[in-house]
């Protein structure tokens, strides 16, 4: 008989939470590291470029892969699909590697696409086993905590790459630099999977066995999930936080290289940037989770969507050398974490059982479809309307004013859910 998930330990999901981060690490450490080899390599110029096709394939294998991605999670037991996920980090970096040093761009990209399709198949079996490992009462702080670490990762190792890559490139060159920071991931990769393999096993649901049409079941995934009205609402906010997120990405890249003179500098600038962003996450996440005991609390995203444009509108009106714009960074992230983070917990605990693992796949590749808009937004806007990122800024602030308003409307009326009344547990 398994143990009560109720009765096991909170510290049962450190190692998770301590292996997921550094599988975003990874991710974005060289996310961040390739369009910056590409300007000193190819010229500033080709950094926008090569920026946006690493972003669609960082996504692209969400959309792909999902339905796919859902049914091994729902079938298999989540432990041993989350560390053979992080065991295949080694493939993508080993075949990223190859193409550096053969000094061979679309080799690398490839193998940024197999690190991006071990996350498609990591995301769903690690959101998951949460509930499976602590249950329901808890759920809550767990994703507070998943989801600040996971942004700490992620903006962390953009920060840490572009830095080091600075630190290495004038010394190094340009592909050496790179190599030698991929080699360093490489490591922190097996650290991940040596260090998840204490967590509990858990049970697989009985979910159905595998049929070809799990292969394209994408928009009847996403069909149901629409039609869910409990989880209609919150899937949606996680499309719409995640997409600001990827183009706000693509502005701050693109805004370092407005500011800065030469080629040397570019990342240092975007990744402290980026660190602001994550100080920010980290704030807001720890505040949802101690706010969260317990509960679910939707209300707390009205206050962050209400809050998100009001920091852009900000960014947009300075000086991205002032201290003015560090704070907005920091408030960008605080509110977006106020936002995302109870959506996020509420799409964990209320989707079936033996379908949890469709249900969050369903909702990733919602937000990454969103995402691909999003980026052919920012590539239309950059690269035919010629927009500077200030200007692309401006372009944002509208429909964010419009999500704000829509839940402002709803706090105001004394809803805290999408779908109208209190949410308590």
Request: aromatic share 12%.
């Amino acid at each position: 008989m398994s143990e009560d998930p109720e009765k096991r330990p909170f510290y049962t999901v450190i190692p998770l939470l301590f292996s997921q981060t550094i599988g975003a690490f990874n991710d974005n450490a060289m996310k961040a590291i390739l369009p910056v080899m590409a300007a000193v390599q190819f010229g500033k110029s080709s950094m926008d470029d090569v920026n946006v096709q690493v972003s669609i394939l960082l996504i692209l294998p969400f959309v792909i892969f999902a339905p796919l991605a859902g049914w091994v999670s729902d079938r298999f037991p989540k432990k041993k699909v989350v560390s053979m996920t992080l065991l295949a980090q080694l493939v993508g970096l080993g075949l990223l590697s190859f193409g550096l040093a053969n000094e061979q761009l679309f080799i690398s990209l490839i193998g940024f696409f197999l690190l991006s399709t071990q996350s498609a198949f990591l995301s769903p079996a690690k959101k998951g086993i949460l509930k499976e490992l602590i249950g329901s009462n808890r759920l809550a702080m767990a994703v507070g905590w998943t989801e600040m670490l996971a942004m700490v990762g992620i903006l962390g190792g953009a920060f840490v790459g572009a830095m080091c890559f600075d630190a290495l490139v004038v010394e190094n060159g340009g592909w050496n630099a790179s190599l030698i920071l991929a080699f360093a991931t490489m490591g922190l990769a097996l650290l991940s999977w040596l260090a998840f393999l204490p967590t509990p096993s858990t049970e697989a649901p009985k979910a159905l066995p595998f049929k070809l049409e799990v292969v394209w079941s994408h928009f009847g995934d996403l069909r149901d999930l629409m039609k869910n009205r409990k989880l209609r609402g919150p899937a949606l906010g996680d499309a719409w936080f995640w997409s600001v997120g990827g183009f706000f990405y693509l502005l701050l890249v693109k805004l370092s290289g407005e500011v800065v003179e030469g080629d040397v500098g570019l990342g240092s600038l975007y990744g402290y940037w980026f660190l602001l962003l994550g100080l920010g996450i980290m704030a807001g996440s720890l505040f949802v989770a101690y706010l969260n005991r317990g509960r679910v609390e939707l209300g707390l995203t009205a206050i962050g969507g209400f809050l998100m444009p009001v920091s852009l509108t900000v960014l947009y009106f300075c000086n991205p050398l002032t201290l003015v714009f560090e704070l907005g960074c920091l408030s960008l992230g605080f509110s977006g974490a106020l936002f995302f983070v109870p959506l996020n917990g509420y799409l964990q605990d209320q989707a079936e059982e033996d379908r949890r693992g469709r249900v969050l796949a369903a909702t990733n590749l919602f937000t990454q479809l969103t995402g691909i808009a999003f980026i052919l937004l920012h590539a239309f806007l950059s690269g035919f309307v010629g927009l500077t990122a200030k200007q692309e800024l401006l372009v944002m602030l509208v429909p964010s004013f419009l999500i704000g308003s829509i839940t402002l409307r709803a706090l105001r009326g004394g809803s805290t859910r999408f779908e109208g009344s209190m949410l308590s547990k």
